[in-house]
């Protein structure tokens, strides 16, 4: 293939030189980019949608399998163990002259910041339905983050081929629970054994494959004719909805005209790109089924770097803002969405949306204003990497050498600095204790720490103050197990685990006005703060917001931030449980200071004892982490799984029949939820659930916690609880 005076070569997946071999991405034009994500609940197939991208494409020449733990993008140990994704994995790929990079990212809730940061940095994505359950609890939140970063999204329907299948009803429940106007382009010539092909309504033909040829071989056939009337109708309803998107194609179908393919396509392209439609296409990822035609569909409706045009972000230490335009010739801007370990070294994959980032460039970390020097840059195929020069605009690749940069940043030219907008992640759920066995592990246990949170936002690691103890926190106990693993299977640390436990929080119970005051008097100066504050519960949003609302200089401004600082730091420390304070108002109205014997220190100290004195006096609520949850079950268990749910504290919101089971939503404390997956099991079922709130704790449940706290501080210091 010839573009300009270079002769090409993509057979492989990437473009190169046919002069030197070497890969030369800049050859894509932006207009023949398409940056997407593979998103969805658990087990929807996502991974082997990608594998089957990967195949078509000519990015591999095996189709690899979940169940067999052979998939090109699951390439952790962990993964194939366990046949679900873990870590988001990066590869390119081209169709025709289109060059796509895909991000496959997990489908467990537990995994949920690899999906944050994917979607923060996408232009479009996918999103893979089962063809049997319809939109899943997973599938809603996914949904939920991408309407955050106004990514556009088309739709897939896979599973076509299982028993139980249902494309109409998958469409209905992608209509109702994600709030969205569905248009389906294709529906499925025949279902579950009987799933041939796809009746494509677009261009009014039948597509039915050659199951001897692995989906390569496909014929294109008149539509049969007991699918005449039924694709009738589906396209006219297919014409109605996104002919509001076209004034020519709006005039043509009301008159009844005939309406070129390529008009419907520009139409739902435009409707696609405003977010206001969502195609929806199907097929069978696993039996090899309307994969090519969802390729088509990314390049058809997806936006490019140019659709998305610019952005936005903000002038360094303020809140003036920036644009920047998504091209090479602009300054340097690029995101920094993914920091990962392996024995190669620390990989940061960047997204660069303006400007070129060049092997050895020195750049500005706007975020944490450091400078940094661009070692290596890699284009990613999973745990496969190609070293190039340069990375440029609209593209996404590794880069080694960072030594500040963490998920988040924003690298930029030092002459045209800029911040671009970075993520927020949940707090974390749940906690459980790790200690080493030898001094040696205790080196190797404090590095793998620092990794593994680098890697991971919603990885937290601390250490008791009082006891000694480290304490690890997550999304969820399969997030805390595949930690636990990690650090004892990849980075050999010999540890003892304790039991995962719930994290809790704590707010104040009542409003209350106090005074901290630190005077002291020794030999010189002394030391002298006063502080008057008012804590009360807060809005509900979860923060410690502190505000300075004091006159006339009654606390000089330059103390300000260190009583800010010891109020932040008095919150996340917990108190002696150690449980963090959340939902928290802070009004610092008055005080005092002295000319000579005020410092920073000595406010800060006065804060301390503020905050201690308000949750004293105030008295606090014990708040634990409830989860969304979502089962499904045999209709013969619904009577037992809502009284063992009953038993759990739940609050069942609805039971909806679906496919043949039933569906029960609601809320559940995490707590009573620890190993239930085999309770499920026994009834045959199937569970998802994800954090969704912080709630009051019952009181006879929060003083059995706060007594069994206090146990395990006496037990650690040696002292022995009293009998009372």
Same mark, same amino acid.
């Given at each position: 293939?010839?573009? $300009?005076?270079?002769?090409?070569?993509?057979?492989?997946g990437?473009?190169?030189?046919?002069?030197?071999?070497?890969?030369?991405p800049?050859?894509?034009?932006?207009?023949?980019?398409?940056?997407?994500?593979?998103?969805?609940?658990?087990?929807?197939?996502?991974?082997?949608?990608?594998?089957?991208?990967?195949y078509?494409?000519?990015?591999?020449?095996? !189709?690899?399998?979940?169940?067999?733990?052979? /998939?090109?993008?699951?390439?952790?140990?962990?993964?194939?163990?366990?046949?679900?994704?873990?870590?988001?994995?990066?590869?390119?790929c081209?169709?025709?002259?289109?060059?796509?990079?895909?991000?496959?990212?997990?489908?467990?809730?537990?995994?949920?910041?690899?999906?944050?940061?994917?979607?923060?940095?996408?232009?479009?994505?996918?999103?893979?339905? &089962?063809?049997?359950?319809?939109?899943?609890?997973?599938?809603?939140?996914?949904?939920?983050?991408?309407?955050?970063?106004?990514?556009?999204?088309?739709?897939?329907?896979?599973?076509?081929?299982?028993?139980?299948?249902?494309?109409?009803?998958?469409?209905?429940?992608?209509?109702?629970?994600?709030?969205?106007?569905?248009?389906?382009?294709?529906?499925?010539?025949?279902?579950?054994?009987?799933?041939?092909?796809?009746i494509?309504?677009?261009?009014?033909?039948c597509?039915?494959?050659?199951?001897?040829?692995?989906?390569?071989?496909?014929?294109?056939?008149?539509i049969?004719?007991?699918?005449?009337?039924?694709?009738?109708?589906?396209?006219?309803?297919? %014409?109605? %909805?996104?002919?509001?998107?076209?004034?020519?194609?709006?005039?043509?179908?009301?008159?009844?005209?005939?309406?070129?393919?390529?008009?419907?396509?520009?139409?739902v392209?435009?409707?696609?790109?405003?977010?206001k439609?969502?195609?929806?296409?199907?097929?069978?990822?696993?039996?090899?089924?309307?994969?090519?035609?969802?390729?088509?569909?990314?390049?058809?409706? %997806?936006?490019?770097?140019?659709?998305?045009g610019?952005?936005?972000?903000?002038?360094?230490?303020?809140?003036?803002?920036?644009?920047?335009i998504?091209?090479?010739?602009?300054?340097?801007?690029?995101?920094?969405?993914?920091?990962?370990?392996? #024995?190669n070294?620390?990989?940061?994959?960047v997204?660069?949306?303006?400007?070129?980032?060049? !092997?050895?460039?020195?750049?500005m970390?706007?975020?944490?204003?450091?400078?940094?020097?661009?070692?290596?840059?890699?284009?990613?195929?999973?745990?496969?990497?190609?070293?190039?020069?340069?990375?440029?605009?609209?593209?996404?690749?590794?880069?080694i050498?960072?030594?500040?940069?963490v998920?988040?940043?924003?690298? &930029?030219?030092?002459?045209?600095p =800029?911040?671009?907008?970075?993520?927020? *992640?949940?707090?974390?759920? =749940?906690?459980?204790?790790?200690?080493?066995?030898?001094?040696?592990?205790?080196? #190797?246990?404090?590095?793998?720490?620092?990794?593994?949170?680098?890697?991971?936002?919603?990885f #937290?690691h601390?250490?008791?103050?009082?006891?000694?103890?480290?304490?690890i926190?997550?999304?969820g106990?399969?997030?805390?197990?595949?930690?636990?693993?990690?650090?004892?299977r990849?980075?050999?640390?010999?540890?003892?685990?304790?039991?995962?436990k719930?994290?809790?929080?704590?707010?104040?119970?009542?409003?209350?006005?106090?005074?901290?005051?630190?005077?002291? !008097?020794?030999?010189?100066?002394?030391?002298?703060?006063?502080?008057?504050?008012?804590?009360?519960?807060?809005?509900? /949003?979860?923060?410690?917001?502190?505000?300075?609302?004091?006159?006339?200089?009654?606390?000089?401004?330059?103390?300000?931030?260190?009583?800010?600082?010891?109020?932040?730091?008095?919150?996340?420390?917990?108190?002696?449980?150690?449980f963090?304070?959340?939902?928290?108002?802070?009004?610092?109205?008055?005080?005092? *200071?002295?000319?000579?014997?005020?410092?920073?220190?000595?406010?800060?100290?006065?804060?301390?004892?503020?905050?201690?004195?308000?949750?004293?006096?105030?008295?606090?609520?014990?708040?634990?982490?409830?989860?969304?949850?979502?089962?499904?079950?045999?209709?013969q268990?619904?009577?037992?799984?809502?009284?063992?749910l009953?038993?759990?504290?739940?609050?069942?919101?609805?039971?909806?029949?679906?496919?043949?089971?039933?569906?029960i939503?609601?809320?559940?404390?995490?707590?009573?939820?620890?190993?239930?997956?085999?309770?499920?099991?026994?009834?045959?079922?199937?569970?998802?659930?994800?954090? &969704?709130?912080?709630?009051?704790t019952?009181?006879?449940?929060?003083?059995?916690?706060?007594?069994?706290?206090?146990?395990?501080?006496?037990?650690?210091? $040696?002292?022995?609880?009293?009998?009372?």
């Open positions: 293939m010839m573009i $300009g005076k270079a002769m090409i070569d993509f057979s492989d990437v473009m190169r030189d046919l002069k030197d071999g070497k890969a030369r800049g050859l894509a034009t932006l207009e023949r980019i398409r940056n997407i994500g593979i998103v969805a609940h658990i087990d929807a197939g996502k991974t082997t949608v990608t594998e089957r991208i990967l078509y494409t000519g990015k591999i020449h095996r !189709q690899g399998e979940v169940h067999d733990g052979t /998939t090109t993008m699951d390439f952790m140990e962990e993964e194939r163990e366990r046949g679900i994704t873990i870590k988001s994995a990066a590869t390119i081209f169709w025709g002259d289109t060059r796509i990079n895909i991000l496959d990212t997990p489908g467990h809730v537990d995994f949920t910041a690899e999906v944050e940061r994917s979607l923060r940095v996408l232009d479009g994505a996918i999103g893979v339905f &089962c063809g049997v359950a319809g939109v899943e609890a997973q599938s809603e939140t996914v949904w939920r983050q991408a309407n955050k970063y106004g990514v556009p999204r088309l739709s897939f329907v896979n599973k076509l081929d299982r028993t139980g299948a249902n494309f109409e009803a998958a469409v209905e429940s992608i209509r109702e629970r994600l709030m969205i106007t569905p248009v389906p382009l294709q529906i499925p010539y025949g279902l579950e054994k009987e799933f041939k092909g796809i494509d309504l677009i261009e009014e033909q597509i039915v494959y050659d199951d001897s040829t692995e989906g390569k071989v496909f014929s294109i056939e008149p049969p004719d007991d699918y005449r009337e039924k694709a009738a109708a589906a396209r006219e309803q297919m %014409l109605d %909805l996104v002919a509001e998107f076209s004034d020519s194609l709006m005039e043509k179908f009301l008159d009844g005209e005939p309406i070129l393919p390529g008009e419907i396509r520009d139409a392209r435009k409707g696609t790109l405003k977010g439609i969502t195609p929806v296409l199907c097929g069978s990822a696993l039996k090899n089924k309307g994969v090519q035609q969802l390729l088509d569909g990314v390049v058809h409706y %997806l936006p490019s770097p140019v659709d998305v610019r952005i936005e972000g903000l002038k360094p230490r303020t809140t003036e803002p920036l644009i920047r998504l091209h090479p010739d602009e300054p340097l801007s690029a995101l920094a969405f993914k920091t990962t370990s392996d #024995k070294g620390e990989l940061t994959f997204r660069v949306y303006s400007g070129r980032l060049r !092997q050895g460039d020195q750049v970390n706007s975020t944490r204003h450091t400078r940094e020097r661009i070692g290596r840059i890699y284009l990613m195929h999973a745990n496969k990497r190609e070293q190039i020069e340069e990375v440029s605009a609209g593209e996404i690749a590794g880069v050498g960072l030594k500040h940069t998920t988040g940043d924003t690298l &930029c030219s030092s002459d045209d =800029i911040v671009l907008e970075s993520m927020q *992640f949940p707090e974390t759920v =749940i906690s459980m204790s790790i200690a080493p066995k030898t001094s040696g592990d205790r080196d #190797k246990l404090g590095e793998a720490l620092g990794r593994l949170a680098k890697e991971d936002p919603t #937290k601390q250490t008791d103050e009082e006891t000694g103890e480290m304490i926190s997550g999304m106990e399969l997030h805390l197990e595949i930690l636990k693993n990690r650090l004892l990849d980075y050999n640390v010999d540890a003892n685990v304790g039991r995962p719930v994290a809790y929080r704590q707010t104040i119970k009542r409003p209350v006005d106090v005074e901290g005051k630190h005077v002291k !008097q020794t030999g010189g100066h002394g030391q002298f703060g006063v502080v008057r504050m008012r804590f009360e519960p807060g809005d509900g /949003t979860g923060e410690v917001e502190f505000v300075n609302d004091t006159k006339g200089g009654s606390i000089p401004r330059e103390y300000i931030g260190s009583i800010e600082d010891a109020i932040h730091e008095s919150a996340a420390r917990g108190g002696r449980f150690g963090p304070y959340t939902n928290l108002k802070v009004t610092l109205y008055d005080g005092q *200071f002295h000319e000579v014997d005020s410092s920073e220190l000595a406010f800060k100290q006065a804060a301390y004892l503020a905050f201690r004195l308000a949750m004293e006096q105030g008295g606090v609520t014990l708040l634990e982490p409830k989860m969304k949850l979502e089962i499904q079950i045999p209709e268990h619904l009577g037992d799984v809502i009284g063992d009953n038993r759990r504290r739940s609050e069942v919101h609805e039971t909806v029949q679906q496919n043949g089971l039933r569906v939503r609601g809320k559940v404390p995490l707590a009573e939820m620890f190993s239930y997956s085999t309770v499920i099991r026994s009834a045959s079922g199937t569970y998802s659930m994800e954090p &969704c709130e912080y709630a009051p019952p009181v006879h449940i929060a003083e059995a916690v706060f007594e069994e706290a206090n146990r395990a501080l006496l037990a650690k210091s $040696g002292q022995q609880p009293s009998k009372k």
